[in-house]
């Protein structure tokens, strides 16, 4: 396995993670409907983030 395929499946089980642990308590949280929003909020910024750094790795390697 390269070192691209590798980094890929890193960012992938990121995503995933990022989704699985962060979607979750937004969608099905006992919360009130501000303690959602602002979750939801740091899991939006948290995907622009990890975006960010994708898109930098990308360019980077090429």
Do not use: C, H, Q
């Amino acid at each position: 396995m390269g070192n691209r395929t590798l980094g890929y499946l890193i960012f992938l089980v990121l995503f995933l993670l990022l989704t699985f642990f962060g979607m979750g308590p937004v969608l099905m949280a006992d919360g009130s409907l501000n303690e959602r929003i602002i979750t939801l909020i740091f899991v939006l910024f948290g995907y622009m983030i990890l975006g960010g750094v994708f898109r930098f790795w990308r360019k980077k390697g090429k």
